[in-house]
């Protein structure tokens, strides 16, 4: 069955940077890509980027280019997520997803998610 | 902040009929691109409920259906049980600037 399992929550201060991981299983990791999306408390859901688990290549909202760097590992079928320049607003629980094709798709699994409080 | 607009709270009796509304424009709704739908349990993640407008993922009850018209698009969910009670999302593709995946902004679904 597909399963994307997403590392445990994290506490950083502002200032710093966090990396969550999302490894998946299941299926054919190189042949959908995974996009990543935040929840911050109370919130709705916000898209952060997409990455092509096959050839590495990347797309971010214009909100989150320089800030957040989206990485593959095929060989293990992990996806990484590094925000940087951390503030309280991106105090959320983010969520790793997959879709199929890289534009106008719909996310079909999800990750658990991975909570990351910012908190001097 | 969102691009789709959608009520931010509906409620009804078991067995009633709710609609949740999704508000777009002409470069995300109005294209060619679906509209999809995601039911957020609490403290859960978010899990599809409709996809390509008006498809759903196996194991998803035909209780709901969804459809896409102009710049809008309408999740309904028939005869509503307690177990319905959740978070739903509407998402689509603005291609006004580059790749962007665009969600609603989300509505609480409450059982009376």
């Known amino acids: 069955q597909v399963q994307l399992v997403q590392s445990g929550a994290e506490v950083k201060n502002p200032g710093a940077s966090v990396t969550i991981s999302c490894k998946a299983s299941g299926y054919t990791f190189i042949d959908y890509y995974i996009h990543w999306v935040r929840q911050a408390p109370g919130q709705g859901l916000e898209w952060m980027g997409i990455?092509?688990?096959?050839?590495?290549?990347?797309d971010y909202p214009q909100k989150f280019q320089g800030r957040v760097i989206v990485t593959r590992d095929t060989s293990t079928s992990t996806v990484y997520m590094d925000l940087s320049s951390l503030t309280s607003e991106d105090t959320a629980m983010y969520y790793c997803a997959r879709s199929r094709y890289r534009t106008s798709d719909y996310l079909d699994y999800w990750g658990q998610g991975t909570l990351v409080t910012v908190s001097s | 902040q969102s691009v789709l607009t959608q009520p931010p709270s509906v409620s009804g009796a078991p067995g009633q009929r709710v609609t949740i509304s999704c508000t777009g424009s002409s470069s995300n709704i109005g294209t060619s691109s679906d509209v999809h739908w995601y039911q957020q349990l609490p403290g859960t993640a978010p899990k599809l409920l409709i996809y390509g407008n008006s498809n759903r993922p196996s194991g998803v009850p035909d209780r709901f259906s969804a459809s896409k018209s102009g710049t809008s698009a309408s999740l309904a969910i028939t005869g509503l049980q307690a177990e319905d009670e959740a978070d739903y999302y509407c998402q689509s593709y603005d291609n006004s600037l580059g790749v962007s995946y665009v969600f609603g902004t989300g509505t609480k679904v409450s059982v009376l």
């Open positions: 990455i092509n688990s096959r050839g590495g290549g990347t």
